[in-house]
């Protein structure tokens, strides 16, 4: 049972490999549905029995696979291997793989594969509503014990079968990591193309393997001669103890800098996904990266949630919002509906300690609606007054005349919470706040901070993008006007561009830092360039092309911050580059710093690279 046959989900694909399966049996990867002569699932069973698809156009390729987690997929490593046995490694799919089950399709993001057997994690984009998981069996099937299968590979008479098919099994033989099965019933049920890596459970409903190879007796596109119904599964059980461990390893990160210890040299710290517990609720975690004035120390882990703190319901920011002299960290929290069906939002913030963070405090929560989903969040010290506040650009939708528009809030900060949000400007004219990236610093220099919109202005009939910067100067009450203080006089892409703002020049005014996304080069290499805007107290200076990569640098990998690492009060440039993942499924990060030298910034310089948790 060596043969990988199916590659391709196609029917030509699939019929032109088939004829291997009269002398050999093969592993079953193409062609989504299951078990030849097993009946369909009757609705609601099996839900978490999931169709996978890898590959796109001629090299289309499908499995099964099963929930054994909100976001979180088991199946066959062979499903993403471009040949039978060879290795995938931890990380991104090497090719566009998607899932569907719970009545939606959406991207396999992550693999996080077993060392010793046929079985790969897989993390889903989003975690799927309304399926339970199935649990993965603590001891093995025994030989005589009947077990059942379901799968999306085809049947007997139909190629891609749109709903869950079962069989039924005899196990006949039992090794450290396989199942041997023999189709129960006359003529006796099978696995065909497009099951492996489904679910095989047992009496109790409990995952006990994954369907791999078969015989394929029967199956639509074989020899009709072949009679031989066996089939080999991938054991599970027992991997309850390492799926859990995957779960709980930390994803995705958000960064922002302060001087989290008060010692005049800025920090950076991360908010991480830290995935999800024993008790199956979300977990973050927050980790924390000290200057040294020359470099970085390891990230010390300076907090992580107790009970259910979800990552992907957190926008974060930093700022001295008690006004100790330490900055402190806030996040910006999605606290779903109310009983009238209202959004509700909430902002926790973390008090810096000096060393660590104390546990988050809720320092507001919205007394009516107010959507976090059309809520962009930054600080700053708006009022002048020592004590940072908390900014959110939103969202007000359309009006009746088809006019974006847009609201500025601010949330200030009185020491020990932030006082109800207060409107501080509205578009007049249409401005659409999904063109929009904010960003804060005190751009004319008179110690109160300003608001900085990164705006896209769309493109011209040459397809020449527009990308403009507007600036609302704060009077410590409230703020002027939207002011253009910048428009590209090229084609200046805003999807290509993530922003931030910091003193680069030293000279007492926040200037614009923008790391730009200049595509793959022939070579296949990513290439990005960090231009800075220099600001002169009223409007900003054309871009300076400060750093431009010579290897491959990837911009979607890169998390963008600024502040004076170093202490010599020119504001530097900060990067959390996510590198790749480790054998083990954890992220690995690189910490780079772009140091100012008034006039531009030296090339990026690693600090630290390594995976946190």
Known sequence: ???????????????????????????????????????????????????????????????????????????????????????????????????????????????????????????????????????PAAAAAAQGDVVTSAGYGRTKTAWVPGAVHTGSFDTTAVDATTLALTGRGEPGDTLCKGDTGGPVVNASGQLVGLGSRSWQAGCLGTDPAEKRNAATAVRVDGLGDWIRQVLALPGDAQVASGDFNGDGKKDITALYDAGTGTDGKARSSLYTWFSNGSSFHAPVRSWTSSGAFTWAASKLTAGDYNG?????????????????????????????????????????????????????????DFTGDGKDDVAVLYDRGTDSDGKATTSLFTFAGNGAAFDAPRSVWTSPGSFTWAASRLTTGDYNGDRKADIGILYDGGTDGQGVHKTLLFTLNSTGTGFGPARTAWTSGG?????ASKVTSGDLTGDGKDDIAVLYDRGVNADGKRTTTLFTFAGNGTDFAAPQAAWTSTGSFSWPVSRLTAGDYNGDGKADVGILYGGGTAADGRPVDTLFSFLSTGSTVQPPASRWTGSVG
């Open 1 to 135: 049972m060596s043969d990988n046959l199916g590659r391709r989900a196609t029917r030509t694909g699939g019929a032109a490999l088939a004829s291997a399966v009269a002398t050999i049996a093969g592993l079953l990867t193409a062609g989504p549905a299951s078990a030849v002569t097993g009946a369909p699932a009757a609705d609601g069973q099996y839900a978490y029995t999931a169709r996978v698809n890898i590959g796109e156009g001629d090299s289309t390729r499908a499995c099964s696979a099963a929930l054994v987690a909100a976001q979180w997929l088991l199946t066959s490593t062979s499903c993403f291997a471009d040949a039978p046995g060879s290795p995938v490694p931890a990380g991104a799919p090497k090719h566009k793989a998607t899932a569907t089950l719970g009545g939606t399709t959406q991207d396999v993001t992550l693999l996080v594969p077993r060392a010793d057997r046929d079985a790969v994690l897989a993390k889903l984009a989003q975690p799927v509503a309304g399926v339970a998981p199935v649990e």
């Open 491 to 495: 084609s200046f892409s805003w999807g």
């Open 324 to 380: 100790d002299g330490k900055d402190d960290v806030a996040v910006f929290y999605n606290g779903g509906k109310d009983a009238q069906g209202n959004n509700r939002s909430l902002l926790y913030t973390f008090d810096s300690t000096g060393t660590a963070f104390a546990s988050p405090r809720n320092t507001w929560t919205s007394a009516g609606a107010f959507s976090w989903g059309a809520s962009k969040v930054a600080s700053g």
